[in-house]
């Protein structure tokens, strides 16, 4: 009787734990000046389709702008996600990085590789080896990314001091300046999908400032997704962004 009320229980059981083993695991990382705040509903729509989320706040910014130093740069970020996944003991990641993110991700997907099912660049850099974001703005003196009136911080030149938190705050300079050192080739092997968000209104896809990253992913053979909106869909085309990433687990 006892075996037989085991077993029963243990049938039971099996849709729960098949559910268990099919949910797919995402990790956020946002980008410059932000935080992870501003992937809360973009984490909640996921939990809603069956996912488990993890939104990865960067050091010095958003909920962990107290702990903003000169310190504070790419490698600082890289290990945050990094250690996120592993005493989290997280395996089989869908790993997501808005805009500056995609130079956080990159150095993850390069140093645990197998931790990772899936690399997804949403309107985001794609640096290969020995390249910055400096690297890229380096052109552009009049870029809110070297706006730093202290050479410490990168200040949101948008944002008035009496504004409300949760909002984007100075970004650690050495973030931006510090290249990105890439060993690991597994990497390349991780799929990888990059969604370019572009805006009629600014010119159409060609004119987008992440058109060129999206250029690198057609070169690397990953799938390409072209998104009408802005630089941040997950405020504005939620429910479009958050179909495109439950298709992409």
Not at 155 to 172: I, L, N
Not at 241 to 247: M, R
Request: glycine fraction near 6%; aromatic fraction near 10%; charged fraction near 25%.
């Amino acid at each position: 009787m006892r075996k037989f009320i085991v077993i029963s229980l243990f049938i039971l059981c099996l849709p729960f734990l098949s559910l268990k083993a099919q949910q797919p695991t995402y990790v956020l990382v946002h980008g410059a000046w932000g935080g992870s705040w501003q992937f809360k509903k973009t984490a909640e729509g996921l939990e809603k389709l069956g996912a488990k989320v993890y939104r990865v706040n960067l050091t010095g910014l958003g909920e962990r702008y107290h702990l903003a130093s000169p310190d504070v740069n790419l490698t600082t970020h890289i290990k945050d996600v990094i250690n996120t996944i592993l005493f989290e003991r997280l395996d089989s990641v869908i790993l997501m990085g808005h805009s500056y993110g995609g130079m956080v991700i990159t150095g993850v997907a390069d140093s645990i590789p197998e931790k990772i099912k899936k690399v997804i660049y949403l309107d985001a850099f794609v640096p290969e080896d020995g390249e910055s974001v400096a690297r890229y703005i380096g052109d552009n003196p009049n870029s809110d990314l070297l706006s730093s009136k202290d050479d410490v911080y990168v200040y949101p030149t948008w944002v008035k001091d009496t504004t409300a938190f949760p909002r984007d705050v100075p970004h650690p300079l050495a973030s931006i300046k510090e290249p990105i050192h890439l060993k690991n080739t597994l990497r390349l092997k991780i799929p990888t999908t990059y969604i370019l968000t572009y805006e009629k209104s600014q010119g159409g896809i060609e004119k987008d400032p992440f058109y060129f990253f999206s250029t690198r992913a057609k070169k690397y053979h990953w799938k390409l997704i072209e998104m009408e909106a802005d630089h941040n869909p997950q405020i504005k085309k939620l429910d479009e962004l958050l179909t495109i990433l439950n298709n992409e687990k």
